[in-house]
Structures are given as structure tokens and as C-alpha cells.
Nanobody, 126 residues
Framework: QVQLVESGGGLVQAGGSLRLSCAAS??????????VGWFRQAPGKEREFVAT????????YYADSVKGRFTISGDSAKTTVYLQMNNLEPEDTAVYFC?????????????????WGQGTQVTVSS
């Protein structure tokens, strides 16, 4: 089992920045064989892909809507992944989730991930 805990959400004005964190733990977790993804879900909408990379910090991919504004990265201990969000827009308001799956292929669909955090709210005011 893998446990994921997100933090860092909050309220910010449009144009501002936030950094989300996702800490992984669990006896079976191995940063070299897992992929991490960030997803978000706004009220009344489906959960959508934001960004993904191999947990050890390589091969990032982004949704077109966040490319150039968001950056996914990891720490040197390879237990925490970050989502740096700059130039935030009201349309970025959502609950943000991190997710993990064992495997190295690129995965952009929520159903492809096995482990999920509890989510953290991001609200961007205009």
C-alpha cells in the first residue's frame, strides 16, 4: 500500500502562486518504479489531468491548460513531489489531488492511477 498526503492549497488572487506538496509513504513505495500525477476537480466537472512525471523526477508532461504556468518536481529524497503553480487564473479553482501508480509509461487518465491523496482545495479569486 502507498499513502499520499497533499498540502499547500489555499486562497490566492489571480496572477498569484501556490505550491502544492504530495508526500508518499508505505512499505511498497519505490520512487524508481512509480509514476505520480496531479489531477484537479472543479465543482460539477470531471476530474482532469494536470501534470505527471516519474516519481524520481524525470519526464514531466503537462495539460495544455497549465503548460508554461505549472511545474511538477520532486525533492532529493524522492519522497515528496511538488506542483508549483504560477500566474493562477480563476479557472484553476478546484480540489487538487496527487495520485500514484506503479509503472513507467505516461498516464494521463485518472482511472490509470491506483493510489490517491485526500485532495487540497485551491481557490483563485478574480
Amino acid at each position: 500500500q502507498v499513502q499520499l498526503v497533499e498540502s499547500g492549497g489555499g486562497l490566492v488572487q489571480a496572477g498569484g502562486s501556490l505550491r502544492l506538496s504530495c508526500a508518499a509513504s508505505g512499505r511498497t513505495f519505490d520512487s524508481y518504479t512509480y509514476r505520480v500525477g496531479w489531477f484537479r476537480q472543479a465543482p460539477g466537472k470531471e476530474r482532469e489531468f494536470v501534470a505527471t512525471m516519474l516519481w524520481r523526477g524525470i519526464r514531466p508532461y503537462y495539460a495544455d491548460s497549465v503548460k508554461g504556468r505549472f511545474t511538477i518536481s520532486g525533492d532529493s529524497a524522492k519522497t515528496t513531489v511538488y506542483l508549483q503553480m504560477n500566474n493562477l487564473e480563476p479557472e484553476d479553482t478546484a480540489v487538487y489531488f496527487c495520485a500514484a501508480v506503479q509503472g513507467l509509461g505516461v498516464r494521463r487518465q485518472a482511472q490509470e492511477y491506483d493510489y490517491w491523496g485526500q485532495g487540497t482545495q485551491v481557490t483563485v479569486s478574480s
